[in-house]
């Protein structure tokens, strides 16, 4: 079965090209499963059934498992029995007719207009760090794209001329138009900080750290962490949180629901009417 679990690998990395992180998360759900039917003797996935994937979950569960890890699992394990039978390994699908478990969804916190802007000001613009910041800050509110997005935006991606970011998840492509503002700030930091902070000049990642390297998820963290102590804003504010207010400003302001489906690149608009709900209960 390990070789089956490789060739799914493989085959996620280089038909797929799906990021490193998802790939490291469907082979711990798959893995994860496989020792699971290993310890109940189910030496061949050819063996397994809907049962065994019901007793799964079960197992899971008794486990005290999130919902969401649970249900997470389940949809590696579907992808996975997807990919066995297309590639003749098996020839009944078991996970057809099995329901994912409910997620209850939580409404996202967001902050006001107001305390955005306190947020997005701390970063003073005298040093190197501070105008990367104040740039990087700005660029994710005034997007709303991902963190992971954020991180992975190379150079090239940014049209200061048009006013565009192009932007690239689950290999689906969105263009976002991006604030005057912005455009400014951005400049700034390309012309009169990235160029200092870089080590290598081939380095192609926007944003980059101290050591001249693309700038980590846990680096950015950092950061927003930094300031929002600095903010002395009194939320539980997570990176995300930018990208739940951006979204929930543009619907306070009137913006379609469509257009910010799209800006966000939601492949449900249900995903997004969450921030209709926030409006309406803010209201």
């Keep these: 079965m390990d070789n089956l679990v490789t060739a799914f690998i493989h085959y996620l990395r280089d038909e797929k090209k799906l990021s490193q992180n998802t790939l490291m998360s469907y082979q711990r759900d798959i893995e994860q499963y496989i020792a699971f039917l290993q310890r109940k003797n189910v030496n061949s996935i050819q063996q397994s059934n809907r049962a065994t994937i019901s007793t799964y979950i079960a197992y899971q569960n008794s486990q005290g498992r999130a919902v969401t890890t649970i249900s997470r699992s389940l949809a590696s394990i579907r992808a996975f029995y997807r990919f066995l039978i297309s590639h003749d390994?098996?020839?009944?699908?078991?996970?057809?007719?099995?329901?994912?478990?409910?997620?209850e969804k939580k409404i996202p916190q967001i902050l006001s207009v107001e305390e955005v802007e306190i947020l997005l000001n701390q970063p003073n613009r005298i040093g190197l760090k501070g105008v990367r910041d104040k740039s990087m800050l700005e660029l994710l509110y005034s997007t709303g794209i991902r963190v992971s997005e954020l991180i992975s935006l190379n150079v090239e991606d940014l049209d200061l001329q048009k006013a565009i970011l192009t932007c690239c998840h689950s290999n689906r492509e969105r263009k976002i138009p991006i604030s005057r503002k912005c455009v400014e700030l951005m400049k700034e930091y390309l012309e009169k900080v990235r160029p200092f902070m870089l080590r290598d000049k081939d380095e192609k990642a926007l944003f980059v750290n101290t050591n001249g390297k693309r700038l980590t998820r846990q680096?950015?963290?950092?950061?927003?962490?930094?300031?929002?102590?600095?903010a002395n804003i009194n939320k539980d504010i997570t990176p995300h949180t930018l990208r739940h207010s951006f979204a929930a400003h543009l619907v306070q302001r009137g913006k379609d629901l469509k257009d910010v489906q799209m800006m966000l690149g939601h492949s449900d608009i249900s995903s997004t009417q969450v921030y209709l709900q926030i409006v309406n209960e803010s209201s």
């Design 89 to 103: 390994f098996m020839t009944g699908n078991p996970t057809i007719g099995l329901e994912s478990p409910k997620i």
């Design 219 to 230: 680096g950015f963290w950092k950061i927003v962490k930094y300031y929002t102590s600095k």
